[in-house]
């Protein structure tokens, strides 16, 4: 049943956005509250969690998720989560009704379910690492240079700061 999940996914991902979001250039620091962090597992979630309670501000909120087929972890979802046809299911709907003022993408396990995610938060600010296919979904992006992902994030804030 995955791959006719994952059929009405890449359709909903190859159909141009209805209503491009309206978003800011320029995200203010001070403004964020609320941050959504898509990772590779949850080890990483808490690294990054604690580097941007670090270099911005311990009273924002992190909600983080990442792909994992085989966990059964709250903040792990996969192709499960989505309806036969492709549409968010009830855990994911609970996660996409929260809306975070910048999301931050990190995952290296690219498949159609986290870009679809990524997709439907559109209105929110998102950053990440350089990838051809990101391009469409995020808002800031830089080559991965550093090897653990505690200093990337760290980049990526610090690079965040500086255009505001």
């Known amino acids: 049943m995955k791959w006719i999940r994952e059929y009405f996914v890449k359709n ?14 320029l ?80 995952s290296e396990k690219l498949n159609y379910f986290t870009l679809y995610l990524l997709q439907l938060q559109a209105s929110s600010y998102s950053m990440g690492f350089f990838s051809e296919e990101l391009k469409p979904y995020l808002d800031l992006m830089l080559n991965k240079e550093e090897k653990d992902i505690q200093s990337g994030t760290a980049l990526l804030i610090k690079y965040l700061k500086q255009i505001n």
């Open 27 to 106: 995200l203010h620091i001070e403004n964020i509250k609320t941050i959504a962090i898509l990772g590779n597992n949850k080890e990483e979630i808490d690294q990054i969690a604690a580097v941007v309670h670090r270099d911005l501000d311990d009273k924002i909120t992190i909600l983080g998720n990442y792909y994992d087929e085989k966990s059964v972890d709250k903040q792990a979802f996969s192709y499960k989560d989505f309806t036969l046809f492709g549409k968010p299911g009830e855990k994911l709907n609970e996660l996409l009704s929260v809306r975070p003022d910048l999301i931050i993408f990190t």
């Open 12 to 25: 909903a991902l190859e159909k141009p956005r209805k209503l491009k979001a309206q978003k800011s250039i």
